[in-house]
């Protein structure tokens, strides 16, 4: 597949990134780290080309899910430094050590084998150290943090670097069970000072408390949907911080029919035109990541007009009403993103998805080009 010439593509402003980037700068103390998460192909924006431009405009760390993502990244050239979030398969160790990627340790045998691997190689792998104060997911109790950073530092090849949270309640912030977490975390902070363990990184934010809890920013913060421009709770923006969306895609009409009234539209008929219109079709479908959610819910944006998706979205097609709007093949729509004073947002889907912004950009597929501009105007 020739992907340039595709009729289908997603722009990334790079400009906005580091706008944004800039932005969770100002927000930080000049001595917190401004960690960049890159996971999942950076939320669907390129995991290598916001990493370049975060590196470039204040981040001095990125975060990945996979230890392959921080494999791919350094073999692009990434120097900085790379914490592994995810949890690990023993088979994926070794390359965390070669590639000196920093690793989210919880789990003593795990800690035991990237030490054996680091000796072996004769190199030294570093750690943070996972704590979970109330996500249920991965991490430590807060009870074990003393024994278990105690048996770390004591692991030939293994230098413990930092120290670690994360927040359940990502978009309500404010609510009470994310104090109850900062509470659990700083005594396992407490813990290990008066055991005089001594660890130079510790962070708890994503993007959501570096917004709104400046009490949580620690040695450093760790942020992924803002960067991309998007908030964790779309109504609730910070007064004085901007943030640009930096991703918008398009598809160009490649069919226009006119229809009588009582005209059937896609699979399952859903939609029944209720009166004579044109419908057209933009080649793009749920193989690309429009979600079968936004049929007959969702709109695209075409010569500055809202139009309808209407009937169900196929796997390479969505069709829309047009009315008596004289569409041509070759014009462009615009499924999120601006045109003129109106923008089809990330939060939109979401909504008409039943999901959050996080998973709408992360599921714009392969299929789709990512084409990367510079635009310095503010949407
Ligand atoms: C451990 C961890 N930290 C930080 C983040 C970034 O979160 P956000 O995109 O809300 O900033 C994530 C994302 O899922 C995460 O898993």
Redesign the pocket.
Known sequence: MNQLTRPVWAEVDRAAIAHNVAEFRRLIDTDCQLMV?V?SDG?GHGDLETARAALASGASWL?V?LPEEGVRLRRSGIAAPILV?GSLAAEQLEMCVTKDLVVTVYQWEQAQALSRIASRLQKTVRVHVKVDTGMGRLGIPVEQAVDFTAGLQRLPGVEVQGV?T?FAT?DQPLGEYVRFQQQRFGEALKQLTAARLRIPLRHSA???A?LYLPDTHMDMV??????YGLL?IPSKSVPGVSLKPALSLFARVTSVRRVSAGTAISYGTSYVTWRETSIAVLPIGYGDGVSRQLGNRGCVLLDETRFPIVGHVTMDHIMIDVGDHPVQIGDEAVLLGGQAADAVTADEWADWMGTIS?EVTCMIGSRVPRVYVQRTDAR
């Open positions: 998460v996971k939320y975060a899910a979030l670690f994360h990502a994503n993007t959501a570096t760790r942020v992924g949907l803002g960067i964790p996080y």
